[in-house]
């Protein structure tokens, strides 16, 4: 205690300010960090250090909750769970390569699709349009590259040299139109070439598909692709003006191929009617899909929900339901809208214009913002054509956060909200757009003690700076005593 004293009384004001200075500058430093590494992967660091690779060490196990997944809470416990819990799919409103998303980079300077959604296309491109016998056809050899080149310019010129080897390579002018067609206009015309050789490519398909294993996998095959370049061609029609035959389009593909509802025709079917204003038919089709045992999506939700508020949306009034209370039907739409926003609850803030859009990634996470995105950008103006179901959403859909306080461990009409969706996201939505999370996380406890500290350590600091002599004495009664 003595020796301890002694060294005490030897110590100048300037040390202990450039002690304070100092511990004032490293607790600044770990905060900046914990900061960053919450925000870019939602966690912090210490904490994730000491729950991996310290409690181990102390003999604690961490309990991992079971994985949660975003089905209806009405169907079949083996379809859960043989699904994963953040499943990717393919987005069914995705627009053309060419004739849009190289536009807006032409335009913006940005690129509006991330390498990890390009990657999961090139997949899609693969796993759709490439089968075993493709070595026996040199075209179909040529395109098989092609699908797995990175440069669009190398996939471009590999469909041109398919077309030399064989004119009626569907594939080929299936890239060509994606890729190389800087109008919808153009896309359209590759895409007719393309089903005119597709369609020619399916009746030989089918007709030697039961010889061996090799035919019906080409027989496969060469469905996907006339499918593909069917509804692509349905999405030009749309674009360009001609919704009813691209609703013509839509329902004659459902119904000559109705096993392939995996692709989820209904949703470009859904906004077509939606754009002609036939609710009545729009009613019909979720009828059939809107079903408790169906995988549900932002589409089929926010569309039944719009559908019920167009019935009271237009005489709604906040302050009348108040003194009143809600009519029946009202009942029904806000029922209806707390049921979207459970699934979905990135949505509302889109088709509020409260966050902007951007353009919708090829692919998305259902009751993800990816999912959000794509919804709101094609469907905003259907809400808007309603005279106030915008309204009605404004003034309703932040209850559904009152009646799920919990969204992570419990949920209401659906399983809890998963809890990957946020990283999903990060990779499939461009870096300049700011991805919506749910539920916003808690800054965790290591930020706030850092935050803390640093802020304590640099007022001691200045006290030090300020009054040196009683904060020697402070510091050296302070040792004393402990």
């Known amino acids: 205690l003595l020796t301890v004293t002694v060294f005490l009384s030897t110590l100048t004001p300037k040390f202990y300010f450039a002690l304070t200075v100092t511990s004032s500058f490293i607790s600044g430093l770990i905060f900046v960090f914990e900061w960053w590494h919450f925000r ?8 994730q250090v000491s729950v991996s690779h310290l409690r181990p060490l102390i003999g604690g196990v961490e309990s991992s909750p079971p994985a949660p997944a975003a089905f209806s809470a009405g169907e079949n416990e083996a379809s859960r769970q043989n699904m994963p819990e953040c ?10 390569r060419g004739a849009e998303y190289s536009r807006y980079m032409w335009v913006t300077g940005k690129e509006p699709l991330t390498y990890y959604d390009m990657n999961l296309s090139a997949q899609d491109h693969q796993n759709f349009f490439t089968c075993d016998t493709d070595a026996l056809r040199p075209s179909d050899t040529v395109m098989q590259k092609a699908w797995r080149e990175r440069n669009p310019q190398a996939r ?29 206009v153009d896309a359209e015309r590759y895409f007719k070439q393309a089903l005119k050789a597709g369609e020619l490519i399916y009746r030989r398909s089918q007709n ?3 010889q061996s294993p090799q035919h019906e996998a080409q027989l496969r095959r060469d469905t996907n692709v006339l499918v593909y370049v069917k509804r692509r061609l349905a999405m030009c029609a749309r674009k360009l003006g001609r919704i009813r035959e691209a609703v013509k389009m839509m329902r004659d593909l459902m119904k000559e191929f109705p096993l392939l509802s995996m692709l989820n025709i209904h949703e470009n079917l859904l906004e077509a009617l939606l754009e002609l204003q036939a609710y009545a038919d729009v009613q019909a089709v979720l009828a059939k899909y809107d079903d408790i045992s169906l995988p549900k999506s932002a589409a089929i939700c926010y569309t ?38 459970e699934f979905n609850p990135h949505v509302p803030k889109y088709l509020l214009e409260m966050k902007s859009l951007v353009l919708p990634p090829e692919h998305i996470l259902k009751r993800g913002d990816s999912e959000a995105v794509a919804y709101a950008f094609f469907h905003l103006q259907h809400w808007k054509r309603i005279e ?33 969706t946020e990283t999903a996201d990060r990779e499939l939505l461009p870096t300049f757009h700011e991805v919506s999370v749910y539920p916003q996380k808690e800054l965790p406890f290591f930020i706030h003690f850092t935050a803390g500290l640093c802020s304590f350590s640099a007022m001691l600091a200045l006290l030090t700076h300020q009054f040196p002599e009683l904060m020697v004495v402070f510091a050296k009664a302070v040792s004393l005593v402990s």
């Open 304 to 341: 039944a929900a719009l559908l019920k508020a167009r019935a009271v949306s237009e005489r709604f009034s906040p302050e009348t339901a108040s003194r009143r209370g809600l009519s029946t039907a009202e009942i029904n739409a806000v029922e209806a809208i707390h049921r979207a926003v």
């Open 156 to 184: 471009i010129k590999a469909a041109y040299q398919a077309l030399e080897l064989n004119n009626d390579c569907a594939t080929a002018y299936v890239l060509l139109a994606e890729e190389e067609a800087t109008t919808i």
């Open 388 to 420: 106030g179901a915008l309204n009605l959403l404004h003034c309703t859909w932040e209850g559904t956060f009152r009646m799920i306080p919990y969204p992570l461990e419990k949920g209401h009409l659906f399983y809890p909200y998963p809890s990957c």
């Open 208 to 210: 030697c598909h039961s």
């Open 40 to 47: 870019k992967y939602g966690t912090s660091f210490i904490e």
């Open 87 to 96: 499943k990717v799919w393919r987005n069914p409103l995705n627009l053309f």
